[in-house]
């Protein structure tokens, strides 16, 4: 017999009029008037901002055309001929776009790498097709060379007014060291390319050179070189490249450092190390607004992402270092940032071939930072899924338009690197982000960052088309 506690102190307690209210509502009630009040101060405090970005970008005229989803139509191709027998000794599986993508001798392959007819020569383009990009195509030089600047970033010089853009040079044959090792060339350097206007390039060559004798350097032609960038150091008047460096299995996993009194070089090649002591593959640097330049690289076998500042020079790491995007196996991360916001763009770890991107956002650029979403807009689903078949590089900023970027990409050709091409795209950040957090049903009080797929465009400003 279950006898009443006399001594018990009631649980309820009395409300208007001598009604009784249960204490656990009162509590949620509360809790979730504190809720309304916090978000709703949050809201406040960022209205004006996104206003701003939503007016400069939905009323601009400039960069309304630019935000136009476009479509692509793209079909798989009719199934090659098997003979009976070898199709009973080895039933096919299905192909997808990105088998074909990755296979070279595919029927649509002229979709994904047009051919040099139709390459994009900003020395004889005139009129019509003056200053526009075609994601995809082949990309010439002042001299009338394929750009060789993958993986690469820009650096704008204010003192010349001159955008720098370096990447790696990958103007040789392509092979597999061995059985299972991944395609390569062999490290050549990192190209330098320098423009006013961002369309039309001239080669400033080679400013960090591969060594050819010496086995034992860390730029000798049988190693790996990779996503080289490049930022000027105020204090010391330096231009410093951090790139990622490794050997032809990629176990050395480390960063490298040069420095150059100029920003075409020669850059002098200083030393390779594990920052922080932990394993580093893909990689980048961004300098901040106060002059404080980190670094953010892909750790622990890609399977998060490391972030921490540099020194003053930006010749080394500090000992502060902070794991970011835990277990979510990201790579090729690509940072900016607008209105007192970080945003980063990532990629799956599939080797060469595409995947899907993230966009990341924090308030912090130690974090912790939170996860978006994809960014990519247009195409269809193949081409969102896929990032427009490319990876993320670099995000560069356009002066004078606020909340317009420029996203920079690599459409790798497994079958021949040297042939990989770039894919360059409008990005805006703008409007509310619709994905909610991972973790919870909240959803970021920052904007959404939206890549337009086109297949020309140009930047705002340059004229009618």
């Known amino acids: 017999m279950r006898m009443r506690n006399k001594y018990r102190k009631s649980t309820t307690l009395r409300c208007n009029a001598g009604s009784r209210c249960s204490l656990p509502v009162l509590v949620w009630t509360l809790v979730g008037f504190l809720l309304m009040l916090h978000l709703y101060t949050l809201i406040s405090q960022n209205s004006i901002p996104n206003k701003d970005i939503r007016n400069g970008i939905s009323q601009n005229p400039l960069l309304r055309e630019l935000e136009e989803v476009e479509e692509e139509n793209l079909q798989m191709p009719p199934p090659r001929k098997r003979s009976p027998r070898a199709a009973k000794r080895k039933p096919k599986k299905a192909t997808t776009l990105i088998d074909e993508f990755l296979d070279e001798s595919s029927q649509i392959r002229h979709i994904f790498f047009p051919s040099i007819k139709m390459a994009v020569d900003p020395m004889k383009d005139a009129g019509n097709d003056s200053l526009y990009y075609y994601p995809g195509r082949i990309w010439l030089d002042t001299e009338g060379n394929p750009i060789q600047a993958h993986g690469g970033g820009i650096l704008y010089d204010e003192r010349s007014g001159t955008y720098y853009w370096y990447g790696e040079y990958k103007d040789g044959p392509t092979y597999h060291a061995h059985k299972k090792g991944a395609a390569r060339v062999d490290v050549i350097g990192v190209g330098c390319y320098s423009s006013k206007d961002l369309w039309t390039w001239k080669n400033e060559g080679i400013v960090l050179a591969a060594e050819e004798e010496n086995e034992t350097h860390d730029l000798h032609k049988s190693n790996v070189l990779e996503r080289p960038k490049v930022i000027y150091n105020d204090n010391t008047k330096k231009y410093v490249m951090w ?4 050997d032809t299995n990629y176990t050395k996993a480390s960063i490298g450092v040069a420095i150059s009194d100029s920003p075409t070089g020669p850059f002098d090649y200083l030393y390779s190390k594990r920052p922080h002591g932990f394993d580093s593959r893909d990689m980048t640097i961004f300098k901040d607004d106060d002059g404080v330049a980190y670094l953010i690289y892909s750790s ?25 995007l835990v277990g979510q196996h990201r790579e090729a991360p690509a940072l900016f940032k607008h209105d007192g916001t970080y945003y980063m763009i990532t990629s799956g770890c599939t080797g060469w071939a595409p995947n899907e991107a993230l966009a990341h956002a924090a308030e912090s650029i130690m974090g912790p930072w939170e996860t978006m979403g994809n960014p990519c807009i247009g195409g269809n689903k193949i081409f969102r899924q ?15 338009f606020k909340g317009s970027f420029i996203f920079m990409a690599d459409r790798w050709n497994p079958a021949d690197l040297r042939d990989s091409r770039y894919v360059w795209l409008p990005m805006t950040v703008g409007g509310a982000a619709d994905q909610p957090f991972d973790y919870s049903f909240g959803f970021p009080l920052w904007s959404r960052v939206s890549i337009y797929w086109h297949k020309r465009w140009r930047l705002p400003g340059r004229g009618s088309g």
């Open 243 to 246: 790139m990622h460096i490794d």
């Open 300 to 324: 622990e076998d890609n399977s998060e992402l490391h972030v921490g500042p540099l020194d003053r020079d930006y010749l080394n790491v500090t000992p502060v270092v902070r794991r970011i």
């Open 386 to 400: 896929t990032t427009f078949f490319a990876q993320s590089t670099f995000v560069l900023p356009l002066p004078g």
